[in-house]
């Protein structure tokens, strides 16, 4: 009797151990998605400014200064439940206005252009790569937390169910080009 409480309460103690292990790797999981998610913001916001700076330095045509700095404006002031699109309006925008690289040739020739080109390509390639972190953040916290394990321990406590940020982030092609690799 003695020797099966002992196994008993070892085996208890062991499961309360890997349950406890798992319930601190789930709140780790959802830390890495805050910061993933907060770098994706700053990213997001960091593209939106450069691109109104842009528009507003007076190197583009005005349609294009227009197009570009109202699809930025909409992406920084839109609420979460619109960003996603927002964004992905402003993705199409420097697309439509950088699709050709002579528009981005004739940015560079501008005073300041050079600088405000390469500022605003590292903003354009630096979202996709922070979307994909955050992205992959919370495909391993959705992995983890369809555990039954999770569900019926109740292990994520009252953590909201992550969620991907879906975004068109594909960039203009002369703005995806590397410092360096055009002729």
């Known amino acids: 009797m003695t020797v099966t409480l002992i196994w008993t309460a070892i085996a208890l103690v062991a499961i309360g151990l890997y349950l406890s292990w798992t319930a601190g790797r789930l709140d780790r999981l959802h830390a890495r998605i805050d910061a993933a998610r907060a770098a994706l913001d700053a990213q997001l916001l960091r593209r939106a400014s450069v691109t109104q700076e842009l528009a507003t330095s007076g190197v583009l045509d005005p349609a294009a200064s227009i197009v570009l700095y109202e699809a930025a404006h909409a992406a920084r002031q839109a ?3 619109h960003r996603e699109v927002a964004e992905s309006e402003l993705s199409q925008a420097l697309r439509a206005v950088f699709g050709e690289p002579a528009q981005m040739d004739a940015v560079r020739e501008a005073p ?3 600088d405000a080109a390469e500022e605003l390509a590292q903003a354009v ?3 996709p790569m922070a979307r994909r972190f955050h992205n992959d953040a919370v495909r391993a916290a ?3 937390r369809r555990h039954r394990k999770v569900r019926w321990f109740r292990l994520a406590g009252h953590a909201p169910f992550p969620l991907a940020f879906e975004m068109d982030d594909e960039p203009p092609a002369a703005l995806a080009d590397r ?5």
Do not use: F, I, Q, W
């Open 142 to 144: 959705r992995a983890l």
């Open 112 to 114: 300041g252009g050079v």
């Open 125 to 127: 390639r630096r979202v």
């Open 179 to 183: 410092p360096g690799s055009r002729p």
């Open 79 to 81: 609420e979460e439940e």
